[in-house]
């Protein structure tokens, strides 16, 4: 028969074995505590993010390019929250985050401040959430960092610019009144397309109908304008610096099949800014799709619809 005393070193290994596991357990247990923290990355920009709500921790990757994320924080920040502890990141260059100095913002970039942003905030794993250009940025870091991700959101989310580009130009072009539309020649280069359709756009103030379900979500976020802070040295610098947008320019749709996590596709229905049926070209192997009411905006404009989507993904993760 065993003694105390030969038993004793077993029973202390034991019990140390069970402190290291209560600890883990802890530490794994432990809230992402709510509130501004402080980031900075390795090159020295200060991102801006802010933590808010329950549940598995979030981030969210703006659209734009550039936009931040101001205004889905302010205006579908209780949907999000209610499902997520979300990460409100303004990427560099935007919002309410500063600019490079070296305009550093390629996309491999943009994918490493994500992950210094992980890392910084002490994250095993979380789930991104993107919008419209978002998720070209979303999509290239799930497939760098997959043992990063638990989970990834596409919001009419573009994988593909040159497509959603075309689909945008040729809408747009429609949208224009006939009598003050000038000829487009659709051999020409898409980008001469684009920009000549979406300033037509501005100068007749019809923008809101290619992107906005409602009227009333134009006047929401015009609301918004005077305390958006709006840094807009990212999307000044991917437009105007040779070069910078060709990381961007990736079809990533290509890859969509490699990537085994899970993956929620929310696209609109009549969103014609990313492309009604661009969604089409996802082949996750561990995809959802969930086709939203409306355009461009379905986090903003459809939030009974955007949060039972939500609500029934995040019972998968």
Request: proline share 8%; glycine share 8%.
């Amino acid at each position: 028969m065993k003694t105390l005393y030969t038993l004793r070193p077993a029973l202390q290994r034991l019990a140390l074995l069970t402190v290291l596991v209560v600890a883990w357990v802890g530490l794994q247990a432990r809230p992402l505590p709510n509130g501004t923290p402080s980031v900075t990355t390795t090159d020295g920009v200060a991102l801006y993010a802010r933590v808010a709500g329950q549940g598995l921790p979030c981030v969210f990757v703006h659209g734009g390019p550039g936009a931040g994320s101001f205004a889905v924080e302010s205006l579908a920040g209780p949907v999000l929250e209610a499902q997520f502890q979300m990460i409100y990141l303004d990427q560099r260059g935007s919002g309410r985050s500063a600019s490079s100095p070296a305009k550093s913002y390629g996309l491999d970039r943009l994918v490493l401040d994500l992950e210094e942003l992980r890392q910084q905030l002490g994250l095993k794993k979380w789930v991104l959430m993107s919008h419209s250009f978002g998720g070209i940025i979303a999509t290239a870091y799930a497939s760098k960092y997959p043992e990063r991700v638990q989970g990834l959101i596409l919001v009419n989310s573009i994988l593909s610019l040159p497509a959603s580009m075309e689909s945008y130009a040729s809408a747009g072009y429609a949208l224009l009144p006939a009598a003050t539309r000038p000829p487009l020649d659709p051999a020409a280069p898409l980008p001469q397309r684009f920009f000549m359709v979406s300033a037509l756009l501005g100068q007749q103030r019809l923008q809101g109908q290619l992107m906005y379900a409602h009227d009333s979500t134009a006047t929401r976020l015009a609301r918004l304008e005077p305390a958006q802070p709006a840094n807009l040295d990212f999307a000044s610098s991917l437009f105007n610096q040779p070069g910078s947008i060709d990381g961007y320019l990736q079809d990533f749709t290509a890859i969509t099949a490699q990537l085994k996590i899970p993956v929620l596709v929310l696209p609109g229905a009549a969103d014609h800014v990313t492309g009604p049926t661009h969604h089409q070209s996802f082949h996750f192997p561990r995809q959802q799709v969930v086709v939203m009411p409306g355009k461009h905006y379905a986090l903003i404009e459809s939030p009974r619809e955007f949060g039972q989507a939500l609500a029934g993904f995040g019972k998968m993760l």
